[in-house]
Structures are given as structure tokens and as C-alpha cells.
């Protein structure tokens, strides 16, 4: 099994779920994020003041799949949330040894 990690901008999170939804996947869980890469965040006004915003609005998305899924579901992700500009995000795999469903004991794949 394999664990997806994306961070995205907050407004591209409806179309990844969707795009997960539609190639199977059922749960996912998002963490509202900030942070900043290569863009570095940006300066805004306010009140006639120079503020910098280093840190940048982002949403956290993990899922966890079957290793037949993942080229799918990574592919899903990086097509409903590339919008070509700078900031778009990145993700992350690793192994997952073990799954197990608290409410009923079940492991590996069948506890996802």
C-alpha cells in the first residue's frame, strides 16, 4: 500500500476529489496547510503598510491506496490541480506497512 501526500492550492481541493472519485478512490483527508516554495509567499498593502505574507494558504491531501492504484491516482491529482503557474504544489509517496479499522479490527487493504 502507498500513502499519497499533495499539497495544493485550497481552490483546486473540489476538483482533486472529484478526479479521486471518479478513478475509485473513497477517503481522503485534507489538513488546511500554509507554507511556501520557490515562490517564497509575497508583500501585500494594507493600510498604507508593506506587509510580507512568507506563509501561503495550501490544503494537505492524503490518501491511502493499493499499489495498483497509485500511478492513477497520482496522475488524477497532478491533472485536476495543475493550473501552470507557479505554486501549484507537490506530492509525496511512501509505503504503508500497516492499515488497521479501529471499529472493526480489519487490516491492510480492507481497512481502507
Known amino acids: 500500500m502507498k500513502k499519497i501526500e499533495a499539497i495544493i492550492k485550497p481552490f483546486k481541493l473540489?476538483?482533486?476529489?472529484?478526479?479521486?472519485?471518479?478513478i475509485g478512490?473513497?477517503?481522503l483527508t485534507v489538513i488546511e496547510a500554509k507554507g511556501f516554495g520557490r515562490q517564497k509567499g509575497h508583500t501585500e498593502l494594507y493600510r498604507g503598510a508593506e506587509y510580507v505574507v512568507d506563509f501561503l494558504p495550501k490544503?494537505?491531501?492524503?490518501?491511502?491506496?493499493?499499489?495498483?492504484?497509485?500511478?492513477?491516482a497520482v496522475e488524477a491529482i497532478q491533472a485536476a490541480a495543475r493550473t501552470g503557474r507557479i505554486g501549484d504544489g507537490k506530492i509525496f509517496v511512501s509505503e504503508i506497512q500497516e492499515v488497521i479499522r479501529i471499529r472493526t479490527g480489519e487490516r491492510g487493504e480492507d481497512a481502507v
Not at 476538483?15 to 479521486?20: H, M, S, T, Y
Not at 490544503?59 to 492513477?72: A, H, P, S
Open 59 to 72: 490544503v494537505k491531501i492524503e490518501v491511502i491506496c493499493g499499489d495498483e492504484m497509485l500511478d492513477r
Open 14 to 22: 473540489d476538483e482533486v476529489k472529484d478526479a479521486l472519485h471518479e
Open 25 to 27: 478512490l473513497q477517503g
